[in-house]
């Protein structure tokens, strides 16, 4: 008879931990906005192309890795306007399409802001030229705390390359599957 008390313990211990674990995971999966999802509903502005061609939702595979993508020829901005959840990081990836690799062209810029009011903080700038080896997908994670229960907008920027000298061909810079989740 103790035995069988000591196994339903172990059980009922057992069953406890696995219903907190997922609890837990979807309350988690649960505080994502998924920024390729909600790209309709983002402010979208281009300089150089015409918004309709300027952006595009698909996926890239690089180094066997599909994710989905948001293609935004510079000179292009995505803004997100969203209240920052508490305990708040937002990830990115970046890269420049493969079929532009091998193009003339010499990669572009990716940057990401927020804005609240008049501030403006950048928290990412990097330059991604395919010509000199960037042939991969790169990725950030940046800490959006600093903002918790803030209304902020989320600013995604692509623009040339430095040395583009005006022309913005096989400027193909996508943005993967960027996000934005809480902890908690």
Do not use: C
């Amino acid at each position: 008879m103790k035995n069988n008390s000591k196994v339903l313990v172990a059980i009922a211990a057992i069953v406890a931990v696995l219903g907190w674990w997922l609890y837990a995971r979807r309350s988690a999966q649960d505080n994502v906005i998924d920024m390729v999802a909600t790209f309709p509903q983002a402010e979208h502005r281009s300089k150089g192309t015409p918004p309709e061609s300027a952006f595009q939702v698909g996926s890239v595979t690089i180094d066997g890795q599909t994710r989905r993508t948001i293609l935004a020829k510079p000179f292009s901005r995505i803004t997100y306007t969203v209240t920052v959840p508490p305990d708040a990081w937002l990830e990115v990836n970046f890269a420049m399409q493969p079929e532009s690799w091998d193009q003339p062209g010499d990669g572009a810029q990716f940057r990401v802001g927020v804005a609240e009011g008049r501030n403006y903080d950048e928290i990412l700038k990097q330059y991604v030229n395919p010509k000199r080896g960037d042939r991969r997908w790169f990725s950030a994670r940046l800490d959006l705390a600093a903002y918790e229960g803030h209304q902020v907008k989320l600013i995604f920027s692509t623009d040339p390359g430095p040395e583009s000298k005006g022309t913005l061909e096989n400027d193909l810079a996508v943005w993967g599957e960027p996000h934005l989740y809480s902890k908690r």
